[in-house]
């Protein structure tokens, strides 16, 4: 497939995920919970194909120090719907710790310092 599928796929997947988690930090209602939750997931799940179908397109062979980066910084940013819910207390921090991630992926895959 062209990258550019997996691009698109990529930034709108992010785009979905981060309103949804933005969303659940703004407002943890148990009601909306079954909905991120299932959003999230699909769009988490989304973000890490077409993640991995771009390293596997533009990178084959090998596997980047910035790329192990945002992959930590993915698996951060997916819990934190689910914190949100859990522990609505800390919803500022968590919002904080979201912005930090998504700088630290954006400086990886613009700067790929290493
Ligand atoms: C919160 C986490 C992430 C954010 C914010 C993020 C964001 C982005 C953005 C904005 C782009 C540039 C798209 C473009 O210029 O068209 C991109 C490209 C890319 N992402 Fe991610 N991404 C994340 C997670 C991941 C993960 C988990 C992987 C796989 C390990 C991944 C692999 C890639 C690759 C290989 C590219 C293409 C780089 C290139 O064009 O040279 N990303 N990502």
């Known amino acids: 497939m062209n990258p550019v599928y997996y691009h698109i796929l990529h930034v709108f997947a992010l ?6 988690t933005f969303a659940a ?18 769009a988490s799940l ?11 397109k533009l990178y084959p062979g ?10 930590v910084c993915w ?3 997916s819990a934190l719907a689910g914190l949100a819910y859990r522990r609505p207390h800390l919803r500022g921090k968590l919002s904080l710790l979201g912005f930090a ?3 630290v992926a ?7 310092p290493f």
């Open 62 to 71: 090998h596997f980047p120090g910035w790329a192990i980066v945002k992959l």
């Open 75 to 77: 698996l951060g940013f």
């Open 101 to 103: 991630a998504l700088l």
């Open 46 to 56: 989304l973000m890490l194909i077409s993640g991995f179908g771009l390293l596997a």
């Open 15 to 20: 785009l979905v995920l981060t309103a949804q």
């Open 25 to 42: 930090l703004a407002n943890p209602a148990p009601e909306g919970r079954r909905q991120t939750v299932i959003l999230t997931g699909i």
């Open 106 to 112: 954006l400086v990886m895959v613009y700067a790929q």
